[in-house]
């Protein structure tokens, strides 16, 4: 992840090509390096070849879907931030990028402008943190630690890759551990206030595969009925 959202390098996948052309020619105007490819399988190759700090894909592609792409990405261990786009904006939507690995999802039409937002919000979220030092001490999770200034989560078999939504989540919880956090507090920590209690709750339980022995049986992420959710480390 570069240090600034201004030089990240975006990888735009989107069949309709009037729209890939735009948007790269406006997010390459925003600052960003922006290389673009028409499918999945064109993003494949590009992915094997070159590193990229963010992927912005359209849901619904010819041959492989960006949730399929998005899904197999996840599957192979790479959690380099995606945000989708789709011209379905149901909750129901959402919710299904959200389980698929997804950081964020944007509607068509949608503006331009809002699209640079919330890239760089993802970027923001992703990104190290800057500076010396760490202020507040790891929290131990069982046999992980989590640094809450770099939002790394470290175990015995090394760093464990976290997607920008799960990084800022745990970081979230981890600022003030054993208290009962709302959805709407984790909502407002993620960045997107507007995030439906459905789809904090499955960022939650992607981030308990994470972090958790048993996800079934949390120990560390618990659940307050009717209430939202709270950390509990220990050993």
Do not use: C
């Amino acid at each position: 992840m570069n240090g600034t959202t201004e030089t990240a390098h975006l990888l735009v996948v989107d069949d309709d090509a009037r729209l890939r052309d735009l948007l790269q020619r406006f997010l390459t105007e925003q600052g960003f390096r922006v290389t673009a490819v028409a499918d999945a399988a064109a993003a494949r190759r590009t992915i094997s070849g070159m590193m990229f700090d963010l992927l912005v894909v359209d849901v619904m592609m010819p041959g492989e879907s960006g949730l399929a792409l998005t899904e197999s990405l996840r599957r192979e261990g790479n959690e380099v931030p995606i945000l989708m786009l789709t011209a379905r904006g149901a909750p129901e939507d959402r919710i299904a990028g959200l389980e698929h690995g997804v950081d964020d999802y944007l509607a068509k039409p949608f503006d331009p402008r809002e699209l640079a937002l919330r890239i760089r919000t993802i970027l923001r979220r992703a990104a190290p943190m800057p500076g010396p030092a760490q202020h507040s001490a790891p929290v131990q999770l069982g046999p992980r630690w989590f640094d809450i200034e770099r939002a790394e989560l470290r175990g015995p078999e090394g760093i464990v890759r976290l997607t920008g939504g799960e990084a800022s989540l745990l970081q979230a919880l981890a600022r003030r551990t054993g208290e009962v956090l709302s959805r709407e507090e984790i909502g407002t920590a993620l960045g997107t206030p507007e995030a439906g209690e459905r789809a904090i709750d499955v960022q939650v339980t992607r981030l308990r595969r994470k972090v958790e022995t048993d996800p079934r049986e949390p120990r560390f992420i618990q659940t307050v009925r009717h209430r939202g959710y709270v950390l509990r480390p220990g050993p």
